[in-house]
């Protein structure tokens, strides 16, 4: 059985940082695609970042890219982000999302088979 669960999500003011952790058990970690996703209330479920085992790759939104960071501990079987000058818009819900299999459009929920519960993260102004 699959189980993602993140930690490391709270209130911080803008400007500041948090690391969230993502800690993966009952999957092949580093063979897997490992994601994060975000969503805000009445908001959609969004992209953030995404961490492509088979090439190595990692791949932003454009919302994040410069600020947001993914990182594996593949010893660990740990997933990480850590989050730079936060602004009040990335408020939301992060969730950690896994997928053995990655083909088309990654920036899509549909495309990760496993979804920790979520973490919150909240940004003053």
């Known amino acids: 059985q699959v189980q993602l669960v993140e930690s490391g999500g709270g209130l911080v003011q803008a400007g500041g940082s948090l690391r969230l952790s993502c800690a993966a058990s009952g999957l092949t970690f580093s063979r897997s695609h490992m994601a994060w996703f975000r969503q805000a209330p009445g908001k959609e479920r969004e992209f953030v970042t995404v961490?492509?085992?088979?090439?190595?790759?990692?791949y932003y939104a454009d919302s994040v890219k410069g600020r947001f960071t993914i990182s594996i501990d593949n010893a660990k079987n740990m997933a990480f982000l850590q989050m730079n000058s936060l602004k009040p818009e990335d408020t939301a819900v992060y969730y950690c999302?896994?997928?053995?299999?990655?083909?088309?459009?990654?920036?899509?929920?549909?495309?990760?088979?496993?979804w920790g519960q979520g973490t919150q993260v909240s940004v003053s102004s």
């Open positions: 999302a896994a997928s053995r299999e990655l083909a088309g459009d990654f920036t899509s929920p549909t495309k990760y088979t496993y």
């Open positions: 961490f492509n085992w088979s090439g190595s790759r990692t």
